[in-house]
């Protein structure tokens, strides 16, 4: 017993693989230099969507992956993020960079009404219903006025003050950093969460609720915390895009197609692992986006197909995902 202990205090708590870190930090010195080799302004276009679809199957990967809540409606909180900076700048004049973290805290406080009772549920009990939180939510703002109903808002053209009002007409690099940045802020913060104590109570409550409340794991209450957190990381994405287009509207903003292609990606690069939304993002949105091209408008659904294919190939070969593919002493920590 004493050996068994003494061996669990050596064993490292952070992950100290030197290939990960290596490759982590190549990653990310190419994506700060990307935009110095002149890229096109449909790859600029590319990698601000690969950034916001990563963040946002992470956000989703939070609630699903850490402790195994299926959702279905996760989309409400992309919307909410959207319409709240845009309606705070369009009405009242205030800056977007205030409207995210407003957004964030309506979320946050949607998260947790919705949390409360629903959380009891499980299973797919608890995805269909918020799968129709998100119809829901999406017909509320249909018929909302005061936000602009079913046309939306438009929001106004800004040229004297681009940072301030995070409009950038001239060119897609100033979105494209803002976007990184706020990727790697997502992805280090749930790094950090995966290897913390909440982490840890959070996989112990996907893998045996009963188990984890026998060792005094408060299940609703942690259930609730990583549904906050996933909203806390989906509401961000949701008040950037805003501004990326300028023009928002219920059906887009609250399309149950976007919590359902961020379900996709998540299980196809690897549900519970941190990396596996990435590798999931990096695969499906370059997929999405060149069969726009290739057929035209939404591409024909044809990315809906491949996608469905690929699915249905990972669940029968690879159920892990495409993490899987990764030799298990890269992604485990060091053991003694």
Not at 154 to 167: A, E, G, R, V
Not at 270 to 289: A, D, F, K, M, R
């Amino acid at each position: 017993m004493n050996n068994n202990l003494q061996n669990a205090k050596l064993e490292p708590l952070w992950h100290t693989n030197k290939f990960i870190f290596a490759l982590i930090f190549f990653l990310v010195t190419l994506f700060f230099f990307f935009p110095f080799i002149n890229p096109s302004n449909f790859q600029l276009h590319l990698m601000i969507m690969i950034f916001m679809y990563a963040v946002m199957a992470q956000s989703w990967n939070v609630i699903a992956g850490f402790s195994g809540q299926i959702s279905l409606g996760h989309v409400i909180f992309f919307g909410i993020g959207g319409y709240t900076s845009s309606f705070f700048y369009v009405e009242y004049g205030i800056t977007p960079w205030i409207g995210i973290f407003v957004g964030i805290l309506f979320s946050s406080l949607v998260a947790i009404a919705i949390g409360i009772p629903m959380l009891r549920l499980s299973g797919h009990y608890f995805a269909i219903a918020t799968l129709l939180i998100g119809f829901s939510f999406q017909t509320i703002f249909q018929r909302w006025d005061l936000i602009g109903a079913a046309s939306g808002l438009w929001i106004p053209l800004n040229w004297d003050s681009p940072w301030l009002t995070l409009q950038f007409h001239e060119s897609k690099i100033p979105y494209y950093y803002i976007f990184l940045i706020f990727f790697l802020l997502s992805y280090f913060s749930i790094w950090i969460l995966y290897r913390s104590k909440i982490g840890f109570k959070l996989r112990a409550i996907r893998d045996d609720p009963q188990a984890a409340a026998s060792l005094g794991i408060p299940v609703a209450k942690y259930k609730i915390i990583a549904f906050v957190i996933s909203a806390i990381v989906m509401s961000p994405m949701g008040s950037l895009f805003a501004q990326y287009i300028l023009v928002i509207e219920p059906e887009r903003m609250f399309d149950i197609e976007i919590s359902i292609i961020v379900l996709l990606i998540a299980v196809m690069g690897g549900v519970g692992n941190v990396w596996g939304p990435l590798i999931g993002t990096i695969i499906l949105i370059p997929l999405s986006e060149y069969t726009r091209i290739f057929f035209g408008g939404t591409g024909g659904s044809v990315d809906l197909i491949i996608y469905g294919i690929l699915i249905m190939l990972i669940c029968i070969f690879r159920p892990s995902g495409l993490i899987s593919f990764f030799p298990k002493k890269i992604l485990e920590r060091k053991k003694f």
